[in-house]
């Protein structure tokens, strides 16, 4: 059975229309998202039984955020209600040489006031293949991280893969606790590690060996990273497998897309793609995320094609608005075999 679940907070999105800046806005487009919750209707999308964990509101705006979840297919048996409110983000939708811009207001959400033992973690993992968190997380709260390493240690202890995103995000760790600690102990439970390089340094100070690795442009190369997977597998030896997204930003409107997975003794590179017209790129890693377990899940055996898998569905997200990527098997498997033209399906 590949259920899996995953836990964090799902946030109220607000975007100005279209790409109007924020000082243009006088009404805002309303969606749901969060890392953890993007990758659950991705994997429900997929048709994997998937449960999410989080804490709402008891209010209007905590039961909009479970319908939204519903209607996507997703388990919410296992949420929780209580605390005052619902995060929100708002999204300034950059274009061309002007890039996005995100302002949070997530403080004392209900997430974030989440503690240790709220969660019945025996009863959620009850008959569960796969746990997924991310970086984000434990970036909310002291009590926020101490919840998510009580639910890897549980996972851990009933032999449940595990895996993250490492999700750095600046704006976020503003309470004060020890980053790299923190992160240090939580990823040493994982089987599965996704992370770029930024990531990878601003959590545990790792680098690329050598090389001046620069994001800006369509110049990167998948080699300089390996050095980045060995190192951090060095640091987790529990982790498996390694992977890491590979974006080329030429402008807000076009990047370049690919993924690299390292096992400890291969590198494997996607295809890459150009991705140009960019409608949404939010949400485009936990596509991948969501592809990639859903792709390890079902190509047992066939890390490449899982890792194909992921770079494809994730290229598509590109060209959705809202924070989740909602396209199908076949949509994602006609791009891996090569169909990118996007004519009619009639």
């Known amino acids: 059975m590949n259920k899996v679940v995953t836990f964090g907070e799902i946030m109220l999105r607000l975007s100005p229309p279209g790409f109007l800046r924020f000082s243009q806005a006088n009404s805002f487009d309303v969606v749901y998202g969060g890392g953890e919750s993007n990758v659950a209707v991705s994997l429900a999308n997929y048709g994997i039984d998937v449960d999410f964990v989080t804490r709402l509101p008891q209010n209007d705006l905590g039961d909009c955020a479970l319908r939204e979840l519903r209607k996507q297919g997703i388990n919410t ?53 796969w746990f997924h968190w991310t970086g984000i997380t434990p970036a909310i709260s002291q009590s926020a991280a101490d919840t998510c390493l009580e639910a890897v240690k549980i996972a851990s202890s009933l032999g449940i893969t595990i895996s993250t995103d490492l999700n750095y995000r600046s704006k976020l760790w503003k309470y004060g606790g020890d980053r790299e600690a923190i992160m240090s102990e939580l990823t040493s439970y994982c089987d599965i590690i996704l992370g770029n390089e930024e990531d990878a340094e601003m959590h545990f100070g790792i680098k690329p060996e050598g090389l001046d690795v620069t994001t800006q442009g ?109 396209v199908s098997i076949e949509e994602v498997e006609k791009l891996m075999g090569g169909d990118a033209s996007g004519r009619v399906a009639r």
Not at 84 to 96: K, M, N, P, Q, S
Not at 286 to 310: E, R, V, W
Request: charged share 20%; with cysteine; hydrophobic share 40%.
């Open 218 to 326: 369509d110049q990167i190369k998948a080699d300089a990273f390996l050095s980045v997977c060995q190192q951090m597998m060095k640091k987790f030896p529990k982790a498996k497998k390694v992977i890491t997204t590979l974006r080329g930003s030429i402008s807000a409107s076009h990047n370049t897309w690919a993924g690299i997975l390292y096992d400890g003794n291969t590198l494997l590179e996607s295809p890459q793609y150009q991705i140009t017209h960019i409608v949404d790129r939010v949400g485009g890693g936990d596509s991948f995320m969501g592809g990639l377990i859903y792709g390890l899940l079902t190509y047992p055996n066939a890390d490449q094609k899982a890792l194909n898998f992921a770079v494809a569905a994730s290229s598509l997200k590109h060209t959705i608005t809202g924070d989740a990527n909602l």
């Open 77 to 129: 048996h296992n949420i929780i209600r209580g605390g005052d409110r619902l995060g929100i983000y708002f999204l300034e939708t950059g274009a061309v040489n002007r890039g996005s811009k995100v302002v949070y207001d997530r403080a004392n959400s209900s997430v974030s006031e989440i503690k240790p033992n709220m969660v019945d973690w025996k009863k959620v993992f009850n008959g569960v293949r």
